[in-house]
T-cell receptor, first 111, second 114 residues
Framework: EDQVTQSPEALRLQEGESSSLNCSYTVSGLRGLFWYRQDPGKGPEFLFT???AGEEKEKERLKATLTKKESFLHITAPKPEDSATYLCAVHVSGSARQLTFGSGTQLTVLP | NAGVTQTPKFQVLKTGQSMTLQCAQD?????MYWYRQDPGMGLRLIYY???????DKGEVPNGYNVSRLNKREFSLRLESAAPSQTSVYFCASRAPELTNTEAFFGQGTRLTVV
C-alpha cells in the first residue's frame, strides 16, 4: 500500500530561523511528488512538482528536494507570512491519476 | 480565472438529512476529485472521475455518491448524513494527460452533521 508520511506534525520557528520539513514515501513507481501550501479556511495551493531523485526546485524562501525515499522542503529565513500547513502528495504509476496526500506539517513563524 | 468553484461554503445538517455539494471547473480538465480533510489525517480521496461519464471509488467512498454531470461539473451527494461525515470537503481538478500536472483545488465546503 502506498504511504506518505510527513514530519514533524507541527513546527514553530522564529522569524529568520531556517529549517526543513520532511515527506517520506513508500510507493511503487513514483511519477511525481507535489508540495502544496494550505492557509486556514482555504484550499491547498500548488508550490512544486518533483519528478526524479536529485531534482531541486526553488521559489522565494522555499526549496524542495527529492531523493528515492523522501522529499524535503527547506525554508530559508522564514517570515510570519510563511505560516501555513504544508502538504506533500505523490502520484504513482497505475493509480488512475490519483494523488495520495500526507497529513501535513503545520508551520508557525513567530515575529 | 475562477478555477474550481465549490458551493456551499458552509452547511449544517441534521443526522439523516441529505444534501449535494456542487463543484465546477473552468479549466477544461478531464479529471475531477472529491477529498475530505479531517484533523491529523490529511486529504483522503472519496471519489474521482477520470473523464466525463466515468466515476470511481477512492479511499473512503462509503456514505457518498457522485455524478459527473458534464466535463465542468462533479457533484458529491450525501444521502443520509451521519456525524462521522462532519469534515471539510474539497473538490479538485487536474489535466494529467498533459504530462504530470498538479491538481487545482476549490476553497472547500465545511460540513457539520449534528
Amino acid at each position: 500500500e502506498d504511504q506518505v508520511t510527513q514530519s514533524p506534525e507541527a513546527l514553530r520557528l522564529q522569524e529568520g530561523e531556517s529549517s526543513s520539513l520532511n515527506c517520506s514515501y513508500t510507493v511503487s513507481g513514483l511519477r511525481g511528488l507535489f508540495w502544496y501550501r494550505q492557509d486556514p479556511g482555504k484550499g491547498p495551493e500548488f508550490l512544486f512538482t518533483l519528478y526524479s531523485a536529485g531534482e531541486e526546485k526553488e521559489k522565494e524562501r522555499l526549496k524542495a528536494t527529492l531523493t528515492k525515499k523522501e522529499s524535503f522542503l527547506h525554508i530559508t529565513a522564514p517570515k510570519p507570512e510563511d505560516s501555513a500547513t504544508y502538504l506533500c502528495a505523490v502520484h504513482v504509476s497505475g493509480s488512475a491519476r490519483q494523488l495520495t496526500f500526507g497529513s501535513g506539517t503545520q508551520l508557525t513563524v513567530l515575529p | 480565472n475562477a478555477g474550481v468553484t465549490q458551493t456551499p461554503k458552509f452547511q449544517v445538517l441534521k443526522t439523516g438529512q441529505s444534501m449535494t455539494l456542487q463543484c465546477a471547473q473552468d479549466m477544461n480538465h478531464n479529471s475531477m476529485y472529491w477529498y475530505r480533510q479531517d484533523p491529523g489525517m490529511g486529504l483522503r480521496l472519496i471519489y474521482y472521475s477520470a473523464s466525463e461519464g466515468t466515476t470511481d471509488k477512492g479511499e473512503v467512498p462509503n456514505g457518498y455518491n457522485v455524478s459527473r454531470l458534464n466535463k465542468r461539473e462533479f457533484s458529491l451527494r450525501l444521502e443520509s448524513a451521519a456525524p462521522s461525515q462532519t469534515s471539510v470537503y474539497f473538490c479538485a481538478s487536474r489535466a494529467p494527460e498533459l504530462t504530470n500536472t498538479e491538481a487545482f483545488f476549490g476553497q472547500g465546503t465545511r460540513l457539520t452533521v449534528v
